[in-house]
């Protein structure tokens, strides 16, 4: 378990050195199995990720009856937005490890509430045709988590409206590129509405990548 934790600091902090989320935005999980309870590894709430240490990092039960924060938990409270990676576990059995960000051109974009369409092909790493922007909802609620959710529907990447993005993978390693990408692709997205619309890729060409890239960046 420490060496996990240790891996959460890794990707929090990676966070901050890439640019990705400054400061004590954004947040990280991995999946995991603490005394034989199901939950998940989460950074803490209002810390600077640079002065994190193990015990710092906060478990989480996935199924409420074991929400012991007295036997679990680390002298710091989870994320504020604990709920939506709670949510997306139980929902996605799939995902071994979440990041959140508030990285800048995600975040630019994500403030119109639009979803990406497929101006480039590389919106088929997120799991689809496009990639959708989670309606807005207040940090840490309920009604958040249910958007993204949704948005997350046969997708490991979303935008969330007027706050930034989320990421799920098979590790954090996956997680943490698959964030990379799409702040990359929203980057190519503003530059190219500048220019004026851009051509989109057809629904056809797009169900081809997807098929292509099943097996893009497994390591």
């Known amino acids: ?3 996990l934790k240790k891996q959460i600091i890794e990707y929090a902090q990676k966070l901050n050195s890439t640019n990705l989320s400054p400061l004590r935005s954004g947040n990280v999980s991995i999946r995991v199995i603490n005394d034989s309870v199901e939950g998940f590894l989460l950074t803490p709430s209002g810390k600077r990720y640079n002065e994190l240490v193990p015990e710092d990092i906060v478990f989480l039960a996935l199924r409420e009856k ?3 924060l007295k036997l679990f938990n ?4 989870p994320s504020s937005e604990w709920r939506f990676h709670q949510d997306i576990y139980l929902q996605k059995p799939k995902a071994k490890a ?3 960000a508030h990285s800048p051109h995600a975040t630019a974009v994500s403030t119109h ?3 990406i369409p497929a101006f480039h092909y590389m919106i088929a790493l997120a799991g689809g045709d496009d990639i959708k922007c989670a309606e807005y909802a207040t940090f840490g609620t309920t009604e ?3 958007n993204i ?3 997350l529907d046969k997708r490991k990447a979303c935008l969330m409206s007027n706050h930034g993005q989320i990421t799920f993978g098979d590790n954090l390693k996956q997680a943490f590129e698959l964030a990379e990408e799409v702040e990359n692709i929203c980057h190519q997205y503003i530059i ?3 220019i004026g619309k851009p051509k989109i890729l057809s629904y056809a060409e797009m169900q081809k990548i997807l098929d292509k890239i099943k097996h893009y960046k497994k390591a």
């Open 1 to 3: 378990m420490i060496e």
């Open 66 to 68: 074991y929400d012991n």
């Open 74 to 77: 680390s002298s710091l409270n």
């Open 98 to 100: 979440i990041v959140h």
């Open 113 to 115: 509430g639009k979803s």
């Open 144 to 146: 958040l988590s249910k």
């Open 149 to 151: 959710i949704k948005a």
């Open 192 to 194: 190219a509405l500048k």
